[in-house]
T-cell receptor
Framework: NAGVTQTPKFRILKIGQSMTLQCTQD?????MYWYRQDPGMGLKLIYY???????DKGEVPNGYNVSRSTTEDFPLRLELAAPSQTSVYFC????????????FGPGTRLTVT | GDSVTQMEGPVTLSEEAFLTINCTYT??????LFWYVQYPGEGLQLLLK?????DKGSNKGFEATYRKETTSFHLEKGSVQVSDSAVYFC???????????FGTGTRLKVLA
């Protein structure tokens, strides 16, 4: 049981490039989330999904897109990368039962120069 | 909207000292409350949780009690170790939505 896995661990992008951050969970969780963590700050929600085919915006969705074609996978797409997107990105999953905790992946550290 | 406020760090303690990290929240409903810990270079992992008023969550010597009257969920440990050095996040889950609100984190450094 690997839990939540994310790839890549590190990535450097040039301004204007695009990339996809991968997230996979093997716990059959319905709910999945993408957060960014800026230095010295808490987590900000980018997008979340309550099941395959259903996604919704969080508080900072601009510049990102997501899809959820399967229960296991929840990729985050960055189009036209900007320096403001330099951050650590965390994927998380949760059963869908209220009160249950989230399970986090190890994170992807992204630098845009 | 819902929010979580926790004390700013860094907090620096000597080994075996008593730890308190304050956390207060605002929420319109009856949230579940969590403490997560983040070790360097890793993701967040659940430390403890409480789902209703007066519940006490505990794990690895850490404790926190859900206080509805003071809207607080302070984290305590009687005797910290060097291995407890990490960033601690207080969070709430509003039962009306599936979103989680995180505090800004408190960095703890324990010196031998």
């Amino acid at each position: 049981n690997a839990g939540v896995t994310q790839t890549p661990k590190f990535r450097i992008l040039k301004i204007g490039q695009s990339m996809t951050l991968q997230c996979t969970q093997d716990m059959n969780h319905n709910y999945m989330y993408w957060y960014r963590q800026d230095p010295g700050m808490g987590l900000k929600l980018i997008y979340y999904s309550v099941g395959a085919g259903i996604t919704d915006k969080g508080e900072v969705p601009n510049g990102y897109n997501v899809s959820r074609s399967t229960t296991e996978d929840f990729p985050l797409r960055l189009e036209l990368a900007a320096p403001s997107q330099t951050s650590v990105y965390f994927c998380a999953s949760q059963t869908g039962a209220r009160g249950d905790e989230q399970y986090f992946g190890p994170g992807t550290r992204l630098t845009v120069t | 909207g819902d929010s979580v406020t926790q004390m700013e760090g860094p907090v620096t303690l000597s080994e075996e000292a008593f730890l308190t990290i304050n956390c207060t929240y605002t929420a319109t409903g009856y949230p579940s409350l969590f403490w997560y810990v983040q070790y360097p270079g890793e993701g967040l992992q659940l430390l403890l949780k409480a789902t209703k008023a007066d519940d006490k969550g505990s794990n690895k010597g850490f404790e926190a009690t859900y206080r509805k009257e003071t809207t607080s969920f302070h984290l305590e440990k009687g005797s910290v170790q060097v291995s407890d050095s990490a960033v601690y996040f207080c969070a709430l889950s509003d039962r009306g939505t599936y979103k989680y609100i995180f505090g800004t984190g408190t960095r703890l450094k324990v010196l031998a």
